[in-house]
């Protein structure tokens, strides 16, 4: 496990992290440290921005209304996050909230919703989902703060695809073979994972997709899966094959 502090409160801000810097809390960061976490003066915090890594910081008290936060040494250089771009459907508000988290936690470093024929929510509050994102990454000890883009239409998508990046189309028809295998024949590079809308996706956009000169499309098994299940059960087999999981040093033996 890495070692990471998961006892301190740990918050995103906007500004720059050095030694002595002093930054401003916002009023729902004064509300969660003073109110929820019952945090005073000299209390101390961990703080990341995604460029300065994170850093230790004490709490200073000038008001009722007023909280600085004052860096004072960094506890972890800042980390490349992988080069993974997450493409979906949106879902319902509820069911959203949690596949953004979960894509946070798997990893993700772009989040992009796309428009299909199927999809249960024209409509996708980029507010929302950067403060789902944010909240994630505080949670798990994430150092950045995934991208996330406005929603676009899968073909215009596809029309600009970026040059190298291999996208893997997690297709409900494809042959229920082991994906582990298919992944296994990708070269190393910049990735992207696409989940479609809880109706599939139409027999027109999976020919469009399949035909993508960058495609690779994987089976997530003879299960029928809701989209948010199939956004951790398809990331978690990438990490595993091609990502980030795959290049983790081997455990040493146990003795016997």
């Known amino acids: 496990m890495p070692d ?20 401003g809390a916002t009023a729902d960061q004064i509300n969660y440290l003073i109110n929820v976490m019952r945090l005073g003066d000299g209390d101390t915090v961990l703080l990341f921005n995604g460029r300065d890594g994170e850093w230790s910081a004490r709490l200073e008290r000038a008001g009722k209304r007023d909280l600085a936060l004052v860096a004072e040494h960094r506890t972890r250089p800042q980390t490349i996050s992988p080069d993974l771009v997450y493409l979906f459907a949106p879902l319902k508000r509820a069911r959203l909230d949690y596949m953004v988290q979960k894509a946070v936690e798997m990893g993700a470093s772009v989040l992009q919703p796309v428009m299909t024929q199927h999809v249960q929510a024209p409509h996708i509050n980029i507010e ?17 703060i995934p991208e996330c883009r406005p929603m676009v239409r899968l073909s215009d998508c596809l029309a600009d695809w970026q040059d190298g990046r291999r996208l893997i189309f997690c297709d409900e028809k494809a ?12 070269k190393p590079g910049p990735l992207a994972v696409l989940i479609g809308p809880e109706g599939g ?19 997530l098994g003879p299960r029928i899966l ?15 094959a091609v990502g980030d999981w795959a290049h983790m040093p081997t455990p040493p033996p146990r003795p016997s």
């Open 128 to 144: 929302r989902m950067r403060a789902n994102a944010i909240e994630a990454a505080e949670q798990c000890g994430i150092l950045t």
């Open 201 to 219: 996706f139409s027999q027109a956009e999976r020919e469009l997709i399949a035909g993508h000169p960058d495609a690779t499309p994987i089976s």
């Open 4 to 23: 990471y502090d998961f006892r301190s409160p740990r918050l995103y801000v906007d500004g720059t992290l050095e030694a002595g810097g002093r930054l």
């Open 226 to 240: 809701r989209a948010d299940t199939a956004a951790v059960a398809a990331l978690a087999v990438v990490q595993a």
């Open 175 to 186: 042959d229920s073979a082991s994906p582990i295998e298919a992944l296994r024949q990708i």
